[in-house]
């Protein structure tokens, strides 16, 4: 399951759009079309566990790029694993 969510998530996000899994994901209506909802400008993320048990972190990160911006943008996310 974590696997599948992951997949979801990563294609919602908007860069892997083209990507054969989420092309089936939104053929099958798991996803909204990418007319309805196309993700961020160049919207990719990342999931890493850092540390050893017990004092493990989950981190999260969202990266995007503006389209008349520079430098691309993110927001990282830290959780206790």
Excluded: H
Aim: aromatic share 4%; proline share 5%.
């Amino acid at each position: 399951m974590a696997t599948f969510d992951k997949a979801v998530w990563k294609c919602a996000l908007g860069t892997n759009n083209g990507n054969a899994i989420c092309v089936n994901y939104r053929g099958a209506g798991v996803l909204r079309s990418t007319t309805d909802d196309s993700g961020l400008p160049s919207g990719d993320g990342s999931i890493a566990v850092l540390g050893a048990a017990p004092n493990q972190i989950v981190r999260i990160t969202v990266r995007w790029q503006e389209p008349n911006a520079a430098n691309p943008s993110s927001i990282s996310i830290d959780s206790e694993g």
